[in-house]
């Protein structure tokens, strides 16, 4: 059974500051060519309250793993996405701001893998990639997935130089036990029904707030809002296979929170993005 781990916490770690500038760039800098000014990102991660060496620690770090890349852009530093961070969120796209579910007669999708032993720290990242795009480990190397996850898995693994180490196949359940019995020992469903509620807990009273507002929209509290809520919320999409909902748990958290975060895109997406536009 793979395990969920994360959390939504956006708290102010290294790696959470990283996360937040990452949902920055794939939120406003691939709207202008993947550029975005230092000048710039310090004045929107100041309305995060992230003081400006963190921001410049966090770039540098971004960089060194080959995320940004430093370009001057007339005259201004700055630094671009790179064309494999690039094609990282483009790809995400489809998961975070989509609600893909699987269908009960679309089937399967099984990668069958075997790694050397010399060969184990590959091993490790091949797992952790097929975790990251949602599949369940049915043994130690077989795992699965619903079909609707082919053509992302095979980019994935192809982008990651893991596809020799892999065999694909389409498949469909014969039996003998409840599929439902076997999917919740292939995924550990309560982990990420909990990662859901949790999201849900921290993020239903800002929509509550904003919907009680009588006042003009306060652009830049927007933007810090809409930035938090992204960043919890893009990473539980990946943890999620998308199986059918005659398949889930009953109460499955997963709705509610889907539900809570297209709202709050809804509300806050606009004057968050004036306020980015004003800030550039």
Known sequence: MTTVKGATSTGGTDSGLRALIVTIYGLYAREVGGW?????????MAQ????????RSSISRLKRRSILESERFDGRAGYSLSAQARSILDQGDRRIFGRRRATPDE???LAVFSVPES???RRHTLRARLSWLGFGSVSAGVWIAPAHLQ???RDVLVREELAEYVDLFEARYLGFAAVTDEVSQWWDLASLDRLYQQFHDDYEPVLARWRSRRTKDDEGEAF???IRVLTSWRRLPYLDPGLAPELLPR???GTTAADLFFALQRRLEGPAHRFVE???
């Open 151 to 153: 053509d992302e898995a």
């Open 48 to 55: 995060l309250g992230v003081e400006e060496p963190a921001v």
């Open 119 to 121: 060969e184990r720290r």
């Open 251 to 253: 109460d499955w958290s």
């Open 107 to 109: 089937g399967w999708i």
């Open 36 to 44: 975005l000014g230092v000048s710039t990102l310090i004045r929107l």
């Open 224 to 226: 810090a809002d809409y």
């Open 278 to 280: 004003g800030a550039r």
